[in-house]
């Protein structure tokens, strides 16, 4: 599933017919190439939401959700989508065919798969404030089936900075590894005071540690 796409295709327009690796969303019955191509692109998450505070709508901002890096370099700009879920099983959601996939920025968070099979993808920002006992309706489309593999869905409204989003597993990574890093410091500080060895003595080389050769 990872391997199922073509970066090729993805970026320029001269590369759209190339749809090696994205078997079996390939091409169409009659040799159409699918553009975008593969299982990734195919499944493309298309549930909906729309939040609600105090009874006002609130916007949802989907511009600058994906990584620039992403839409300046791996997505091109003349790139359009073209043959996209017109197979007899649909995957997720549709793509506007006159949109160039570097705006498509749902596909573009999409097609930046997870390491973990648990994950989050961003779905948008809301860019007022929310006041603490303001109360937030959402009305979700539930369209993305996850009951044919035990899948779970949740929607998180998260805060924010100039760090990102709350992430536990970076932070007890990251923890865990400067813990073991200052540990082991000071076990071989600890180690070179108590028994030091002076830089440089040729006493330790092998050869005169066992001048025999054994």
């Not at 969303?25 to 191509?37: A, L, Q, R």
């Not at 932070?171 to 830089?199: D, H, N, Q």
């Amino acid at each position: 599933y990872v391997k199922s796409r073509n970066d090729e295709q993805l970026k320029k327009r001269s590369k759209t017919s190339e749809t090696s690796q994205c078997e079996p969303e390939d091409t169409t019955p009659d040799g159409k190439p699918i553009v975008p191509c593969g299982l990734i692109a195919w499944s493309l998450f298309n549930d909906t939401y729309t939040f609600s505070r105090n009874k006002r709508q609130l916007t949802v901002n989907k511009n600058g959700i994906a990584w620039k890096s992403d839409r300046d370099h791996k997505f091109g700009k003349e790139v359009f989508p073209s043959n996209f879920q017109n197979g007899t099983l649909i995957g997720g959601a549709h793509l506007n065919e006159s949109i160039p996939l570097s705006k498509q920025e749902d596909l573009i968070v999409w097609m930046r798969t997870a390491a973990l099979p648990t994950f989050r993808k961003l779905y948008g920002k809301i860019e007022v404030d929310l006041e603490e006992n303001d109360i937030i309706d959402v009305i979700l489309e539930n369209n993305y089936n996850t009951y044919s593999f035990s899948g779970k869905k949740k929607l998180v409204l998260s805060t924010t900075s100039w760090l990102g989003g709350k992430n536990d597993f970076l932070g007890i990574a990251y923890l865990t590894v400067g813990g073991l890093c200052f540990f082991l410091a000071l076990s071989f500080t600890i180690v070179y005071l108590v028994k030091p060895r002076r830089l440089g003595d040729p006493s330790y080389l092998s050869w005169n540690r066992n001048p025999g050769g054994h």
